[in-house]
């Protein structure tokens, strides 16, 4: 069976205007047989951290070999660095300004390679637009077969956002962030599945205990098991402890916002 190369498109664009489904008209005159899909246009304008975030969540989710393209891009027609990130089974291509920050911190061995060789880029290049004049074109000529090594020099020095992860004060509490709000208002913070395990491996005769804003707040497996409008928490399908309303909003109800604090412990 032929091998359908994939590019994700990951952008703070929005659908109003004709960007994204531009850079999809450029990747598409360079490989026609390439298939484009939307991960996300609709990043919080120049939330850079966001698209780390997000990208950082679901470019795994993906069949290997799948090129991944990040346009959150404040910065873009100064002299930061258009680079691509070459993983073990994937590919990132966006702007040098941390938004690979998730990605860095998840693998030992990884590739960041300065994107240099114009003749892969559009031919009449703008200042505003690096999406559709490198972005675009470098993906669609990898997805052709182009070796990562012939658009530029890998190089050791970018940026890094400081990503926090939570911390165990002690062996049997956890302390974490809200880095996400969804588009339901769910809060989805920095404790993952991993840790809720150590955690549940210490209880014995103890039990499982979730606090925000000083308030318990129960832990369920799904969202209709909440039976109450009050706020819930479960793990989500991405592995992270996400607090959620049934049906509801607990963003704006609970005025919860990035960066506040979340504990766990055995009690």
Known sequence: ????????????????????GIMKGVILGINP??????LTHEVNTFNVREAALIIGMGYTQFPRQTIHIVVTDPGVGSQRKPILVKTEH?????????????????????RVIHLTEEHYFLRERRTTFDGRDIFAPVAAWLSRGIEVSKFGEEIT?????????????TRTTLEGEVILIDHFGNAITNIRS????????TMAQGTLRIIMKGKRVPLKQYYSQAEDKGLHALENSMGYLE???????????FNIKVGDTIGMMVV
Request: charged share 20%; no cysteine; proline share 9%.
């Open 1 to 20: 069976m032929q091998h359908i190369p994939i590019i994700t498109l990951t952008t703070d664009f929005g659908y109003r205007d004709p960007l994204g």
């Open 194 to 201: 991993e840790g809720i395990s150590m955690l549940r491996s």
């Open 243 to 253: 607090l959620f309303i049934y049906r509801g909003n607990a963003s704006l109800e």
């Open 157 to 169: 020095e970018y940026v890094r956002l400081p990503i926090p992860s939570p911390s165990m004060p």
């Open 33 to 38: 047989a390439v298939r484009i899909i939307d």
């Open 90 to 110: 994937y590919v990132l291509i966006g702007p040098d300004n941390g938004v690979f920050s998730m990605v860095y911190n998840e693998h030992e061995q990884y």
